[in-house]
């Protein structure tokens, strides 16, 4: 009975945290008291003898495509190389070059949409777009406390503290937001499917991680644009303020991809006749609402309501895991373990503390900590020039 209960154990863990046959060991030890190896024994021998139900079975054989892709699940929430040959029966080599393999074929899978500008193809375009100074300073229209909406929420009115881009800071953030797509979706295009290069891979995974903080930064300047008008629409229909906001968000983020800052048109503008466009779906009273403005010249009409315009049932919840993906892959197994475990990044997962993460490392709650600042500060340094608040 015993026996039966240590398998049982293994098998949830290895489900649930895909942890290796080392760490269901000594997890499984401290639980029920018996020793590391007698429990790593058990699971080995159960193995042996049920290898159509083992708890680590042996890919002696080809590796199908749904395998390869635990794999590199399994690789980017942080279980190291050394540990996924020794599961997969494999060397560490085939293990780098499956990883490799999945890194390109999500790359390729990747929809890459920006709006192309002809500077993109000027010589030193690298120097004028990415290294141009920015402004330092922010427009001076902040809301202070006394000016601040007196029905909102206290978490929604911390929007109003983030300052607004300037224009040319806005200009300058959209030019640099497509050129890095730009340029990772050229890079692309040079991949070998057959033989990735590890340096080419990680380029065009910097460069989209560049864009996509960008793009967060961004979305947080604009925030306080959605509130207020989600707040005008409250009562025109069935949906409450945090409903309106979270879908107001979405045609936010769709703005953001599908903004042309060379038109000469203010984001704001743009984005709130997406937002607009977007409510005149959900609430009724509004599309008579939209029809009858007649605030902005028939140019800025004709741009905004363009069918390529934003659209909230185009946005894909999986950039958002790809977004993810693509930074976790520049840090290193042990980095990878502690910031999926502390931020929850695995959807399966609840944040862990430093102290549990800590334990399940068989480490410090100080050495952890150290860890994180580690990868936090790569993070940073990955995504200079970008000056981006994502990472708080």
């Known amino acids: 009975s015993e026996r039966a209960e ?15 046959l080392i760490e269901v060991s ?36 080809r590796i199908d495509s749904k395998t390869k892709e635990i794999i590199y699940r399994c690789f980017l929430h942080g279980v190291s190389v050394g540990v996924l040959a020794q599961r997969y029966s494999r060397t560490r080599s085939s293990i780098y070059r499956i990883v490799n393999e999945m890194r390109v074929k999500h790359l390729l899978e990747r929809k890459i949409d920006y709006i192309y500008n002809p500077q993109f193809d000027l010589p030193g375009a690298d120097e004028i777009i ?89 979305i947080r300047a604009n925030l306080r644009l959605v509130v207020s008008i989600a707040k005008k629409h409250v009562h025109n229909g069935p ?27 203010k984001f704001s503008t743009y984005a709130s006749w997406a937002i607009m466009k977007n409510f005149a779906r959900s609430v009724p009273k509004e599309r008579y609402r939209v029809d009858k403005i007649t605030t902005v010249n028939e140019e800025e009409i004709d741009l905004l309501a363009h069918p390529n315009g934003a659209d909230s049932q185009d946005y894909a919840p999986m950039e958002l895991r790809e977004s993810i993906d693509t ?32 334990k399940q490392l068989g480490i410090s709650k100080e050495q952890v900590r150290q860890i994180e600042r580690k990868a936090v500060k790569k993070l940073r340094e990955m995504l200079d020039p970008i000056r981006s608040d994502l990472l708080g």
Do not use: W
């Not at 018996?34 to 042996?48: G, K, M, W």
């Open 6 to 20: 240590i398998i049982r154990r293994a098998k949830k863990l290895v489900h649930e945290k895909n942890f290796s």
């Open 26 to 61: 000594r997890y499984l030890s401290k639980q029920i008291g018996r020793a590391v190896e007698t429990i790593r024994y058990t699971i080995r021998n159960y193995d042996q003898k049920n290898p159509d139900k083992a708890v680590f079975p042996s890919h002696s054989g």
């Open 130 to 218: 990415l290294n141009k100074s920015e402004e330092n300073t922010y427009q001076d229209n902040t809301c202070n406390s006394n000016r601040l909406p007196g029905d909102l929420p206290p978490y929604l009115r911390t929007l109003y503290e983030i300052p607004l881009m300037t224009p040319q800071q806005e200009r300058d953030a959209f030019r640099k937001y497509n050129y890095l797509k730009y340029r990772a979706d050229q890079l692309r295009k040079e991949l070998d499917a057959n033989n990735p290069r590890s340096s080419k891979l990680r380029q065009i995974e910097r460069l989209l991680a560049q864009a996509d903080a960008i793009k967060s930064q961004i």
């Open 239 to 265: 949906q409450s303020l945090a409903e309106l906001i979270s879908d107001g968000n979405v045609a936010l983020i769709r703005a953001v991809e599908k903004f042309d800052y060379s038109r000469g048109f």
């Open 327 to 358: 930074v976790l892959a520049q840090l290193s197994a042990r980095e990878r373990r502690v910031l999926t475990g502390h931020f929850g990044l695995k959807s399966s997962d609840k944040p862990q503390s430093l102290e549990q993460i800590g």
